[in-house]
Every structure is written in C-alpha cells, then in structure tokens.
C-alpha cells in the first residue's frame, strides 16, 4: 500500500473520523482507524462499535492497493502538526505504516484490517431522502433535551418517526420534550420509527454541521440507520425498546396564552437565574395581566426579580420550573417572540415559536 495526499484534502474526513473513535478502548483496534486504499479512493473508517463513519477521499497517486488499520489520534496529531501546505507519502511496510512529508518521517504501529469489526448489516426495511439543511435544522431544534445517562436507557437517545407525510424527531428526559414535525412526503408506506442513541445522534450533528448542500439518504434497518452523502457514510445501532408516547405528554386544553420577546425573557431568566438554587433551579413565574414576574431565591435567603412585559389578558397564576430546562428553549427558537400556554401550577407549559408551530416544546412544572 502506497500513496501520497494532500494535508487540506486529508485532515477534514482523518477529523470527522477520529471523532468517532473513543479515547479509552477496551479492545486496541478500536483505537485505531481503518484506511482502504482501492485505486485513487482512499476510505477512512472509525467505529467504537455502537457507532460507525467512513469518509472517502481521493489521493493525489497511488501504486499499490491495500487496508491497514493505525492509531487514530496519532495520524491526527501528525496531520495537524504539518504546515498548512504540506504533501503526505504513505507506505506500507511489513507491520509498520512509515509516513513522509518534507523532511519530517513517520513511523507507526499497525493492526491487521482483518481485525476491524464492522457494525453489523442488516437488510434496510426503510428509506428516505432528507436536505441535509432540514436534518441538521431538526436535530439542533430537538437534541438538547435527549437524556445523558439515565436508567431509562431509551431515553438517552432520539426517536425518529417517518410516515408517509412527515418526518418527525422527538427527545425527552422525562422532565422536558422536544418535538420537531416537517411535513414531507417520505415514500414510505407505513409509519415507523425507531430510537437512534445519544452518541450517534451527536456524531451525525456534527457531521452535517459543514459542506455544501446536499440531500442526504436514510436507510432503517431492523438494528441500525444508515446515512449516506457524497463523501461520508454515517452507520449506527438502534436502541432497543420502546419509546415513551409522546402525544400523552403534551398538555391539552391549556387557556392562557401569554406572548413574549424571545431574546428579552431569555436575558431576565438568565439573570434571575443567578441567584436561584445551585442544585435546583427552581425559578416562579407569576402571570398576570400583560406582565410576567419571574423570581428566583436561594437557601442563603437572596432573592432576584425582574419584571417582563407580555401579552397576556386573565387570571392570575404562580409556576416554578427549571429555569435551565426554559432558557435552553429559548436558545434553540429563532423567532422574535415566544408562544407560551400554561394551564395552572400543576400543568406542563407548552411553548412555540410565534411563527411557525413545527417545532413544539413542554417543561414539567417544578414545586417549590
């Protein structure tokens, strides 16, 4: 195996990869990344067994086809520590993969390819085409509210739901849910959906998080979802178990309506917020006739208000929530103002973008 490449056409998919790869390995080839060498086309894979990247380049010559899997993070180090305009010469030989470049060498530790695991394929039983704007808009609108961690292992993950009309993604802790419905007509025949888990939901954020435009293929299998653009393909397992009903968390009949500026209720919260309870943050939110009081107090006995103007005509009502739960919402919504509905102190609330109702969130109010 042998080949030379360029450090800029190398390190954006050597970068995506080694993402993939977990620092501590049980196994040593997982620390390592696969390189493929098939003519002019070098493949690049990372897995850590629950999640999988291949990303494709293509060298600048090549004289000899091969596989070898090397340490990840020291290839990665290499390329980055070599000046922007640098050319790489790879050869394979016997055990060892021996880099070049200018008048800096390389020698590395191999592993055989034949002992990289793949993830394991399954026949795809679904498929459909998405923009890779959509995705990425979708799952920056919903992951933050995924669970990290918790004994409800369905819950550290996403749900994803195709139907023949929408695409829909929800995440939920338990305490708060998002929610993102795109209306699309999918090509499916039937409703399905499946639970990605947290980490692959975060590597496949990242992924899509730069290049150009492009759509981007999703294939469902019965124990992975595979994504395919033009130089990556992105594969991970499912999670196995049943998501919890979404439509039964979502508050019904809620009569106040309160309408207030995104970014002006955002700041009062994040300034009340500092003086709440480090453990809790517990914050009341006191509704009254075009005004929102919020309130925040600690054990040490201090205490912060601020006063927002809001549209809002009725009764008067006190709610606590966890003002970290509402802030992280207002982060995500891009709207001038926020849409709010609460019932009384015991109801979830359900916001909204004021512009478009797509994307739905509910926050679990707190006792205080």
């Known amino acids: 195996m042998q080949f030379e490449i360029a450090r800029e056409a190398l390190i954006k998919p050597l970068q995506l990869v080694t993402g993939v790869v977990e620092r501590r390995q049980t196994l040593p080839v997982l ?69 070049q470049s200018g008048r800096s060498r390389f020698s590395l530790s191999t592993l055989p390819a034949t002992d990289f695991p793949g993830v394991e394929e399954s026949t795809g039983t679904l498929e459909f085409t998405a923009s890779k704007t959509l995705l990425k808009t979708m799952l920056h609108n919903t992951n933050f509210a995924m669970a990290q961690q918790d004994v409800r ?37 039937e409703t399905e959906g499946v639970i990605i888990p947290r980490k692959g939901i975060l590597e496949l954020s990242r992924l899509l998080s730069d290049g150009e435009e492009e759509d981007i293929k999703v294939v469902i299998g019965s124990n992975h979802v595979r994504t395919t653009m033009a130089n990556f393909t992105f594969t991970s397992k499912l999670v196995d178990g049943k998501f919890p009903d979404y439509n039964r968390v979502l508050p019904k009949g809620g009569d106040k309506n309160v309408i207030a500026g995104r970014e002006q209720l955002r700041d009062s919260l994040n300034r009340t917020a500092i003086l709440s309870n480090e453990k809790f943050r517990g914050i009341r939110l006191i509704l009254s006739d075009d005004e929102l009081k919020i ?15 809001v549209e809002y005509k009725g009764d008067s009502v006190e709610i606590g929530f966890n003002v970290v739960y ?19 102190p015991n109801s979830s609330a359900l916001l909204q973008s004021s512009e478009n109702s797509n994307a739905t969130y509910v926050v679990m109010p707190m006792r205080l």
């Not at 309130?295 to 103007?309: C, D, G, K, R």
């Not at 509402?326 to 009384?344: A, K, W, Y």
């Open 31 to 99: 620390s390592n990344v696969l390189l493929s060498l098939d003519k002019k086309q070098l493949s690049l894979t990372g897995t850590d067994l629950e999640v999988e990247l291949t990303g494709g380049v293509e060298v600048d010559s090549s004289s000899s086809d091969g596989e070898i899997t090397v340490p990840a993070r020291k290839l990665m180090d290499i390329c980055k520590s070599l000046p922007d305009s640098a050319s790489l010469k790879f050869e394979l030989d016997d055990d060892k993969l021996k880099i």
């Open 295 to 309: 309130v925040a107090n600690n054990p040490e006995q201090e205490e912060a208000e601020e006063t927002v103007p």
């Open 153 to 189: 292992y369905y819950l550290n993950g996403m749900l994803i739901e195709v139907s023949p009309d929408y695409l829909r993604l929800v995440a939920t802790d338990g305490h708060r849910l998002a929610m993102q419905t795109e209306d699309m007509k999918t090509g499916v025949s």
């Open 326 to 344: 509402l802030v992280d919402v207002l982060n995500v919504l891009e709207s001038d103002n926020v849409h709010i509905i609460v019932s009384d």
